[in-house]
């Protein structure tokens, strides 16, 4: 997807309405080694647990993705409207849209544009 990024309009940013769709589409949730550790603290496991119960190899088998909810497909982590690993949560999810997104995003996330300014909700 690289060079596909469709970033803001100068001044201004995206911002989230808390839809949570990019937490129920299909899709690796990478996280890397040091998300590994953050998270795995914020959930009182060590490294190792939390690597066996939460992650899976990811699509390209170069490192790991967050597991799916397995009836629903969704982020393992999502909770109704909310992320269990808000403190922790990966890159992955806080740059979504502002510093990576892909063609067709918008038909799917229902982030607003706004100024750069304006607080975040
Ligand atoms: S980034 Fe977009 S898809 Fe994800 S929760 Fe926010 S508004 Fe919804
Ligand atoms: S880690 Fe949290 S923000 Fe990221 S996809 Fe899962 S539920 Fe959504």
């Known amino acids: 997807m690289l060079g596909l ?6 001044g201004m940013r995206y911002q989230c309405q808390r839809c949570t769709a990019c937490c129920r589409w299909p899709g690796d949730v990478h996280v890397s080694a040091t998300e590994i550790t953050a998270i795995a603290a914020l959930l009182g496991l060590s ?15 170069t490192g790991l993705s967050l597991l799916e909810d397995p009836e629903t497909g969704h982020c393992s ?45």
């Not at 990024?5 to 100068?10: I, K, S, T, W």
């Not at 490294?47 to 088998?61: C, D, K, P, S």
């Open 5 to 10: 990024f469709e970033p803001p309009p100068p």
């Open 47 to 61: 490294e190792e647990e939390f690597i066996q119960r939460h992650t899976r190899l990811n699509a390209t088998r």
């Open 77 to 121: 982590f999502l909770d109704g409207n909310d992320c269990r690993i808000q403190k922790a949560k990966p890159t992955q999810c806080v740059g979504f849209p502002n510093t990576w997104n892909f063609p067709g995003w918008r038909k799917i996330c229902h982030a607003t544009t706004v100024p750069d300014h304006q607080p975040s909700t």
